[in-house]
Structure formats: structure tokens, C-alpha cells
């Protein structure tokens, strides 16, 4: 088979076309050379998806069996590429977010679920991250003329990851010392590998699937507990972790999510973070692998000197990971509570 992938050297689109190489395809990575490195045995393709011309040279070098776009985050800009490859390739494989839903507050999304509000053509200005995603996906239903494949993903571990979450609790374990484990260790959560969505998709697009598949991991395939604990097993350190409540964390103007990666304090705002099914993709054939496997790899890919000192920064969002000495004065505060 021949595959285009929008993006293909960074997390998801580098496993992308790791897994479609890995199958024996004929593998282009379409992108503007300016983020990752180049994955062996893909041919290469320079260029900007806005340019108009850039992506008229790209579809002419087609045909190929499918699109996999990873990095659509402007309606606008998802639809020019649909529009310009729509005659060119059988399926358009779009990687889209849970975010497309309001799954935060909710007890259970599932793709029946209420899409966000967002028209085909908004510009980046028209909406959030969430927002935007659902107006992409709307881009690709809508303007592709053949197949549409829409892949919402959830909370992606494994190497290569460039947001940072998870190297953050490696790299801290890895530090030493008492170091802050947030809210509860029993408290369950909801990840899944990269490379298992890449598998997903690959199978997608040989057996023609086609509309919206969550792909959010397996109900509980993780606790805060495991997660820390791996963490600490797999550097090898002396880490202690101390676990502090929600409360005394947000007292403390911790910030959710970003200070402390993945925490999402058990409030009504955050109740259906971890609450997500992936029963539609698991019925397809969606394979999910152990969690502490996904962590312990990516400690073994931050350990292999093919690793940038610091991440790239994900969609402008702040760097994820407490300052030391924040978190040294809030473990002392901790345990001097009366």
C-alpha cells in the first residue's frame, strides 16, 4: 500500500509511519523538516500544508491507498488538504482529540456522544483546542470524497512523546529526594500507547473502516500508585514520593495539569477525564499494552541519546513540571500541617 502521512517525524505520526514501514509500505512523510528527524525507509516531502502550492505538488505526486493526518489543528487549513488530495488517495485518516467532545464534566462520552460547536472553515481565532479539532473533523466528513477515518485519541504515552507528561514524572523520579505525587495513589486513570493507535489505524485503513473511532485506552489500565512507582522502579533512584491531597495541592496554586502533569483533581470539572470508551476500537480489534511497559520504553528512549535536552514544545502550551523550589516549600508546608 501507499501512505501519505501529514507530519510522520514527531510521537503518533513518527509510530504512524514506523508501523506502516514495519507492514512493508511505501511510506511519505509530507512536513517542513523543521521539528523532527526524518524516520529511515520513508521518503521525505518538504513543504507547508498552507501553501497552496505546495500542496498541489504533493497531490501530484500521488496516487496513495490513504492519508493519515496527524497534525490538522485549523479547520481551514485541514480542509485545503482534503480538498487538494481528495482525488488522490482512497481514505483520509484524520487524527483528532477526545477534546472534540465535552468529556470533562461528563460520566461517559463514547463517539454518540455531542460533538463541540465548530464550522468546517473556522480559522485558528475561532475557538479553542477542543473546538477546533471538531471543526477539523467536520472539514474532513464533509470534503473528502472518499473514505473518512476519524481517530480520537486520549491521553498518549510512549516514546517519542513531545508534550512531556510522562519523561516529566521519569526525569523527577530520576532526580531523587521527596517529590510530590498528587492527590490519591489508588485514584485510576485512562492512558494508552502511541504505537497501539498507530497499529489501530494501519488495520483501519487495510480493512476500509471508516467514521469515528475513540481510541482512549482500556477503564482503569492504570493508578497514580503504578505510574509513580514504575517510574521510580525504572530509573533506578531513591525517589520518595509524597502523596498530597487535591485540596492542600490547590490551596498551594499547583497548577492542574500543566505544573503537575496529568493530575486532575477529583472535582466535578475534571470528573469524566479518566471516563472515556474505547468499546467501538476494542470491538475493531484495538490492542492496548500494559501501561508500565509504555513508561519503562519511554525511559529507555529518553536514555538513548536520540533525545533534544528539551522537548519541542507542544501547541504553545506552557513547559510541563513544578519549579523545585515550589515543590520543596509545598512538601514542607505538607508535613508541618497541624
Known sequence: MRLLVMGGTVFLGRHMVEAALARGWDVTAFNRGVTGTDVPGAESVRGDRESAGDLARLAGLGPWDAVVDVCGYVPR????SVRALSPAAGTYAFVSSVSAYAFRKASSVDEHSPRLDCPADAGPEDGNYGELKAGCERAVEEGFEGTALIINPGLIVGPHENVGRIPYWLRRAARGGPFI???????????????????????????????????????????????????????????????????????????????????????????????????????????????????????????????????????????????????????TAWRNRR
Open 77 to 80: 487549513v485541514v480542509g485545503e
Open 181 to 331: 505525587a498528587p492527590g490519591h495513589p489508588d485514584r485510576s486513570m485512562q492512558l494508552i500507547d502511541a504505537r497501539d493507535i498507530a497499529e489501530f489505524t494501519m488495520n483501519g485503513i487495510e480493512k476500509g473502516y471508516e467514521g469515528r473511532y475513540f481510541t482512549t485506552g482500556i477503564h482503569g489500565n492504570v493508578t497514580w500508585g503504578e505510574l509513580i512507582s514504575t517510574c521510580v522502579e525504572a530509573t533506578g533512584s531513591d525517589a520518595e514520593p509524597v502523596w498530597i491531597d487535591d485540596d492542600f495541592l490547590l490551596d498551594h496554586e499547583v497548577g492542574v495539569w500543566d505544573e503537575l502533569p496529568l493530575w486532575a483533581p477529583a472535582r466535578p470539572d475534571f470528573a469524566g477525564v479518566w471516563l472515556t470508551s474505547s468499546g467501538k476500537a476494542l470491538e475493531a480489534g484495538l490492542s492496548c499494552r500494559a501501561v508500565e511497559d509504555s513508561i519503562r520504553d519511554t525511559w529507555t528512549w529518553l536514555g538513548s541519546g536520540d533525545v533534544p535536552d528539551l522537548l519541542p514544545s507542544y501547541r504553545e502550551r506552557p513547559r510541563v513540571g513544578i519549579a523545585e523550589e515550589k515543590e520543596r516549600d509545598i512538601i
